[in-house]
């Protein structure tokens, strides 16, 4: 079954304003995805003092942040967003947080490397039941017009996250030892998890969607859900597409504080406050007018899902470029402004394009399948690749090899950008076909 791409609204209508509830539960969920992306970042933000302890390689680094760690949360998000779609979504999402928190203490438990590895990839398989519960629950507390604002208030958590991992992590370890912001921040995420138990209700599944009588009448069982996201074109576009572009956030994000300090002379303490600053504002601001923009033009013509995004890539590059050049650290976190605002607006866009092309009883499921693609090929690939480029080049470019190896990613913008031009032609002409926005 392929869903229906339904003609672009009347870009005059105004949807009904969400109730009190909605932010509320919007605010909870927003909350946990702080923790989430914050867990997920702080072996990054912390590669310093972890290699300085624990004597593991760029390599080493790139594959405990990438690829193992990307393995349980792209792969397990699969059965447990099956799961949810057919339980209660709030209960799962309460126990992963409470799993990927308990595993988050024992990374700074961790004595080896060996031992490193199994808590990361402990904590990659809570946080596989975060995020795709948490877009559908939202998806069905907004109604249709209000969810890109909604999504993109909640995909606040990834630059909340990780500028609060920034400063209180880099804090924390500056001040006692990178163990400690490991157990302190996951101690807070087990009292989220009792959080979200408590105060989010589960809503009714559909229950603002416009009545379909195909969804009414079709089966939505497992292998028909991944048939349908996997035989879809316009999902396919928007899951690789994502994914080009998480190549390049996460295969950068994963080693931005490593280059910063040993290749442009940063300190942790001013890696507490500067780059925090411009990852906390930057980030922010780029994935809410991302989602004020994508519920603004998308009433006029769906290619807009498409369109949004890689016209932020294009204006990004000569912003990245200047940051991976730059001689000194106040000049790169200075370009590091235009990477922060303008890599992220795919996030908004794609997982809108989701959630409103798929089944009420699919969401879930289908937001880990989008997470699946994006996410194997951004966090397994980009920061693995950039580990092991780092340490190749360093024995010519000893001095410089993690600004090599970045400049090497500038070819995925060109990437992304086409994936995305792609998508839009494919939005146009279904449109087209139904009689929309041409």
């Not at 603004?296 to 498409?306: E, N």
Request: glycine fraction near 10%.
């Amino acid at each position: 079954m392929k869903p229906r791409l339904e003609p672009a609204g009347d870009a005059a209508a105004s949807p009904p304003a969400p109730g009190h509830r909605a932010w509320v539960v919007l605010v909870i969920l927003c909350f946990v995805y702080v923790l989430n992306f914050l867990d997920r970042q702080l072996l990054s933000i912390l590669a310093k003092p972890i290699q300085d302890t624990l004597g593991i390689s760029d390599s080493q680094l790139g594959l405990i942040g990438g690829l193992y760690f990307a393995f349980f949360y792209c792969f397990i998000a699969i059965p447990v967003g099956w799961l949810a779609d057919k339980t209660n979504r709030v209960g799962v999402l309460a126990l992963a947080c409470a799993i990927w928190s308990a595993a988050t203490i024992a990374c700074g438990a961790a004595r080896n490397y060996g031992q490193l590895v199994v808590a990361r990839m402990t904590v990659g398989f809570g946080e596989a039941g975060g995020v795709p519960p948490s877009y559908a629950i939202i998806t069905d507390y907004f109604p249709k017009g209000r969810r890109g604002t909604a999504l993109g208030i909640f995909n606040l958590g990834p630059p909340i996250g990780a500028a609060l991992g920034i400063a209180f992590g880099a804090s924390i370890a500056a001040a006692f030892s990178w163990r400690d912001a490991f157990y302190v921040l996951g101690g807070v995420g087990l009292v989220a998890a009792i959080a979200v138990a408590v105060f989010v209700r589960e809503p009714k599944r559909g229950g603002l969607d416009e009545p379909n009588p195909e969804h009414a009448s079709e089966p939505s069982g497992f292998w028909v859900t991944l048939k349908m996201f996997f035989s879809h074109k316009a999902l396919m576009l928007a899951a690789l597409g994502s994914g080009a572009t998480q190549f390049i956030t996460y295969g950068l994000g994963n080693f931005t504080a490593l280059f910063l300090m040993r290749e442009k002379g940063m300190t942790l303490n001013e890696i507490a406050v500067w780059y925090a600053l411009v990852v906390g504002i930057g980030m922010s601001a780029g994935i809410f007018m991302s989602g004020w923009a994508i519920d603004r033009f998308t009433r006029i013509s769906k290619r807009y899902y498409a369109l949004i995004p890689a016209a932020s890539l294009a204006l990004c590059i000569p912003f990245y470029i200047g940051f991976v050049w730059a001689p000194g650290w106040q000049l790169a976190t200075l370009f590091l402004i235009g990477p922060c605002f303008l890599n992220y607006f795919y996030l908004s866009s794609s997982v809108a394009l989701v959630q409103e092309e798929v089944r009420p009883d699919q969401r879930v499921m289908s937001g880990a399948l989008l997470l699946l693609v994006m996410n194997f090929i951004g966090l397994g690939l980009g920061p693995t690749y950039v580990g092991i480029a780092s340490d190749l080049f360093r024995a010519s470019f000893p001095d410089n090899s993690l600004q090599i190896a970045l400049y090497t990613l500038v070819p995925f913008y060109g990437l992304a950008i086409a994936l995305f031009l792609g998508l839009a032609r494919v939005l146009a002409r279904e449109e087209a076909k139904q009689g929309g926005v041409s």
